[in-house]
């Protein structure tokens, strides 16, 4: 397909990266000559200098030819006028990225269906759910549902102490009568496998597994991972009164966490005081970490910072570590920093731009998607598949089906029951298949289900 993608900030660049791997042709619009000249040379990518809300610049970068345009500048109205102007020239799949919740409330004047746009999509709102379900897991740092939340798809590291340490997949799948799960994937440095009986886990690995929500509990116990108190006495801090910082606090005080908010700005504070229900607004410096104890930060289960500076977030996290905080979550928005705050021990770092990018790719992929998270560091993915009427895979034995090399089926969903398969299991028209693709392997897979 030709995809056209206006911005190439992180989000625009993450996009063009994935799809022209893909095999996608796919052209670049930017008003910044050196991040053209960057993505072009880095990227199989054809670049156009100019504003992507000009007619001329869009007609010069062929959206005469465009079957997807992707609007993802950091300008809401830039994005809007863009798709207008593509869904003047036909283009099928329109895409934009907004801030504004003025466009993407249920309330909102402007809606997707009146502009014609066929996705709006909201990073922050995708960041504060995603950062509300890792709060409420003990040790994960990356956390996905699959099948209408019936499968969780979850990443762990793997400490010193940790009893997996040095098992291989082999002993670990003899567990499996008490352990429901399946490691799907190892992360090792910087690079990540798919791994086989004979593969060991190792200290400062990083596993991805598939399981059902109801299995956590045992999980969490195997890993020997801290259990966040009751209910009753659970405390969080959230750093940042940002529009995500806000939509936080409301969850976590939906979820019976005693909630304190912390905003640098006087005035911000009386307006998310008046916003918030049982959530207390505290007027300070998040690096002013004398005052986060004096509030009572030493302790607490979760600390989540998520101001717009990333070197703020990374640092507070750490203060609050050194203050025994059981958990850290940290937004990260640079790329290089996200392994480097794991690296120093925060619990989970939280990419607005996967956030976008896997919303988008999901939209824009062919198949029978229906689910779709992206694994930062590695490029992989997660995706979720329909076995529809004339695929040709039903009633075919796992051991007889050409599978893609780099890519593994985890899990078959039929109805309300799953199944970890094995060479033996059996797709059947109706089922949800989740696969863990490396980057390599993901058209292929792709193609299979398509």
């Keep these: 397909m030709k995809i056209l993608v206006v911005g190439s900030g992180q989000v625009g660049y993450f996009l063009c990266d994935r799809l022209s791997r893909e095999g996608h042709e796919v052209t670049l619009v930017d008003q910044d000559e050196a991040v053209v000249e960057r993505a072009q040379d880095h990227l199989n990518v054809l670049g156009v200098i100019g504003n992507g809300a000009s007619a001329e610049i869009l007609e010069q970068a062929g959206i005469k030819d465009a079957d997807i345009f992707i609007a993802v500048t950091n300008v809401d109205e830039v994005n809007i006028l863009a798709c207008l102007l593509a869904r003047e020239y036909q283009v099928k799949i329109l895409i934009a990225r907004t801030k504004n919740i003025e466009y993407t409330s249920r309330k909102a004047i402007l809606s997707k269906e009146k502009l014609g746009i066929d996705l709006l999509i909201n990073p922050d709102d995708?960041?504060?759910?995603?950062?509300?379900?890792?709060?409420?897991?003990?040790?994960?740092?990356?956390?996905?549902?699959?099948?209408?939340?019936?499968?969780?798809?979850?990443?762990?590291?793997?400490?010193?102490?940790?009893?997996?340490?040095?098992?291989?997949?082999?002993?670990?799948?003899?567990?499996?009568?008490?352990?429901?799960?399946?490691?799907?994937?190892?992360?090792?440095?910087?690079?990540?496998?798919?791994?086989?009986?004979?593969?060991?886990?190792?200290?400062?690995?990083?596993?991805?597994?598939?399981?059902?929500p109801q299995e956590l509990p045992a999980i969490n116990y195997l890993l020997q991972s801290d259990q966040i108190q009751k209910k009753s006495s659970r405390r969080a801090f959230i750093l940042g009164g940002s529009r995500i910082g806000l939509q936080v606090a409301r969850n976590m005080e939906n979820l019976h966490f005693h909630t304190k908010l912390v905003e640098r700005d006087e005035k911000r504070c009386y307006q998310l005081a008046e916003q918030l229900n049982k959530a207390v607004?505290?007027?300070?410096?998040?690096?002013?970490?004398?005052?986060?104890?004096?509030?009572?930060?030493?302790?607490?289960?979760?600390?989540?910072?998520?101001?717009?500076?990333?070197?703020?977030?990374?640092?507070?996290?750490?203060?609050?570590?050194?203050?025994?905080?059981?958990?850290?979550?940290?937004?990260?928005?640079?790329?290089?920093?996200?392994?480097?705050?794991?690296?120093?021990?925060?619990?989970?770092?939280?990419?607005?731009?996967?956030?976008?990018?896997?919303?988008?790719?999901?939209?824009?992929?062919?198949?029978?998607?229906?689910?779709?998270?992206?694994?930062?560091?590695?490029?992989?993915?997660?995706?979720?598949?329909?076995?529809?009427k004339n695929s040709g895979l039903s009633a075919i034995p796992f051991s007889a089906l050409h599978f893609p090399r780099g890519a593994i089926i985890g899990v078959i969903v039929r109805g309300k029951n799953y199944e970890i398969p094995t060479g033996e299991s059996m797709l059947e028209e109706g089922d949800r298949v989740v696969v863990f693709a490396l980057p390599e392997a993901l058209q292929k897979v792709e193609r299979f289900f398509a």
């Excluded at 009572?296 to 996290?317: P, Q, R, S, W």
Aim: glycine share 8%.
């Design 281 to 388: 607004v505290i007027h300070a410096e998040g690096l002013d970490i004398q005052i986060l104890v004096d509030e009572g930060v030493a302790g607490a289960d979760i600390f989540i910072a998520v101001t717009e500076n990333d070197k703020t977030n990374i640092l507070t996290c750490l203060l609050a570590k050194k203050h025994k905080v059981r958990r850290t979550l940290a937004l990260v928005s640079q790329p290089e920093l996200i392994g480097l705050a794991s690296d120093l021990g925060i619990d989970a770092c939280i990419s607005p731009r996967l956030a976008a990018a896997g919303a988008i790719l999901k939209f824009v992929r062919r198949g029978d998607i229906i689910s779709l998270a992206a694994v930062e560091g590695s490029n992989s993915e997660v995706l979720e598949f329909e076995i529809g």
């Design 126 to 212: 995708a960041v504060a759910e995603e950062l509300s379900k890792l709060a409420c897991n003990s040790s994960a740092f990356d956390v996905a549902e699959f099948a209408d939340g019936q499968i969780l798809f979850q990443g762990y590291r793997i400490e010193k102490e940790s009893p997996l340490c040095d098992l291989t997949l082999a002993e670990l799948g003899e567990l499996r009568g008490m352990y429901r799960f399946v490691v799907v994937a190892i992360s090792r440095g910087d690079s990540t496998i798919i791994p086989r009986g004979d593969d060991t886990i190792q200290a400062g690995d990083r596993i991805y597994i598939f399981a059902p």
